[in-house]
């Protein structure tokens, strides 16, 4: 299964940058995987543009790791996966400094016919998004789990397949 994992954030602006701070760190978690997981991108969406509706449409499963408001305290997590990851993108139109939303690149792929049927995102509380190049230390600490939970969905999506 062509799977596609997006990090999206402004490694700029400290806690809006985790979903590329995830994407790097698991690089190093898939390296050590065995059997090695095939059939994978991994893609520094950064601030998001029209440029990434090809790379969705191309997937057959969708993982997407961003900051967002999931009403808890920094550095806390949530899986939500098909249905749930769409009602809370339809209910969650954040103002960020990205050029297009992620709603908008998946009305963009519904409407070209290919909105990944396997999908999930990973929707980590930010704390501060100000100017800072690296994740606050409640965010921080959130890594290692999210990479953990993604390699996890991983394995049991291939195993479904």
Request: glycine share 8%; net charge negative; charged share 25%.
């Given at each position: 299964m062509r799977t596609l994992i997006l990090g999206i954030g402004n490694t700029l602006l400290t806690d809006e940058g985790v979903g590329v701070h995830v994407l790097q760190a698991l690089e190093t978690a898939l390296?050590?995987?065995?059997?090695?997981?095939?059939?994978?991108?991994?893609?520094?969406?950064?601030?998001?543009?029209f440029t990434l509706a090809g790379p969705i449409e191309d997937a057959e499963a969708l993982i997407v790791v961003d900051a967002a408001n999931i009403k808890g305290e920094p550095g806390d997590w949530k899986l939500l996966e098909g249905?749930?990851?769409?009602?809370?993108?339809?209910?969650?139109?954040?103002?960020?400094?990205?050029?297009?939303?992620?709603?908008?690149?998946?009305?963009?792929?519904i409407l070209a016919g290919h909105w990944p049927e396997t999908r999930a995102m990973l929707a980590i509380q930010p704390q501060i998004m100000d100017w800072g190049e690296h994740p606050t230390p409640a965010v921080a600490a959130a890594i290692p789990p999210v990479c953990a939970a993604i390699l996890e969905l991983l394995r049991s999506w291939n195993h479904a397949a």
């Open positions: 390296a050590a995987e065995h059997p090695p997981i095939d059939d994978l991108t991994l893609l520094d969406g950064g601030t998001l543009s249905e749930a990851m769409d009602a809370f993108l339809l209910g969650n139109r954040k103002s960020t400094v990205h050029e297009v939303g992620l709603t908008d690149l998946r009305a963009i792929a």
